[in-house]
T-cell receptor, first 117, second 112 residues
Framework: GAVVSQHPSWVICKSGTSVKIECRSLDFQATTMFWYRQFPKQSLMLMAT?????????EQGVEKDKFLINHASLTLSTLTVTSAHPEDSSFYIC?????????????FGPGTRLTVL | SQQGEEDPQALSIQEGENATMNCSYKTSINNLQWYRQNSGRGLVHLILIRSNEREKHSGRLRVTLDTSKKSSSLLITASRAADTASYFCATDAAGNTGKLIFGQGTTLQVKP
């Protein structure tokens, strides 16, 4: 099956620093990837749609200048949390579906746990 | 937010019993998916049911979909302690964007 990886799996940073999270599709290409955020004991909330070669589209209430998304290739999307603060501490998960696939299933990465001190 | 609702929010049963979780959603859908998440871990895909399907089985899992009521249920039969996890439904809105809207989740505890 299709595999999606994320790096790092966890990161601890100081308040005010920026953190980059990578999402890679290992055995397929994806023109679109999605980024979700999950706070403790809550569900996943869609943050943004990452589009290869064009700007990401953000969900209502998500600051595009704070959560920078770059989708420079068909197998890699990055999410950069800029000037991170403790309230940004969360579990960040990406998903992707093979381009041109008839399957409607999304494949999820294992997630990245961000802790901002 | 377009998040759907799941009930119950928490469920505790004995090993061997069946567990039923319900999910309601708000918009027209292409499909509905169920996921499992162990504490602090990633998502495990369980079943995808399309909008034109009414029931689907996978091993000990049975999923139903009622589009007229905008609801779905997940039944786990003969539960095991290893089934202890959080379960989420997620809908892919009509238009096939790939975006998933997740329900609030049901936390299932199966006692050995």
């Amino acid at each position: 099956g299709a595999v999606v990886s994320q790096h790092p799996s966890w990161v601890i940073c100081k308040s005010g620093t920026s953190v980059k999270i990578e999402c890679r599709s290992l055995d397929f290409q994806a023109t679109t990837m999605f980024w979700y955020r999950q706070f403790p004991k809550q569900s996943l909330m869609l943050m943004a749609t990452s589009n290869e070669g064009s700007k990401a589209t953000y969900e209502q209430g998500v600051e595009k200048d704070k959560f920078l998304i770059n989708h420079a290739s068909l197998t890699l999307s990055t999410l950069t949390v800029t000037s991170a603060h403790p309230e940004d501490s969360s579990f960040y998960i990406c998903s992707a579906n093979p381009s041109g696939s008839s399957s409607q299933r999304q494949f999820f990465g294992p997630g990245t746990r961000l802790t901002v001190l | 937010s377009q998040q759907g609702e799941e009930d119950p929010q928490a469920l505790s049963i004995q090993e061997g019993e069946n567990a039923t979780m319900n999910c309601s959603y708000k918009t027209s859908i292409n499909n509905l998916q169920w996921y499992r998440q162990n504490s602090g871990r990633g998502l495990v895909h369980l079943i995808l049911i399309r909008s034109n399907e009414r029931e689907k089985h996978s091993g000990r899992l049975r999923v139903t979909l009622d589009t007229s009521k905008k609801s779905s249920s997940l039944l786990i039969t003969a539960s095991r302690a290893a089934d202890t996890a959080s379960y989420f439904c997620a809908t892919d809105a009509a238009g096939n964007t790939g975006k998933l809207i997740f329900g609030q989740g049901t936390t299932l505890q199966v006692k050995p």
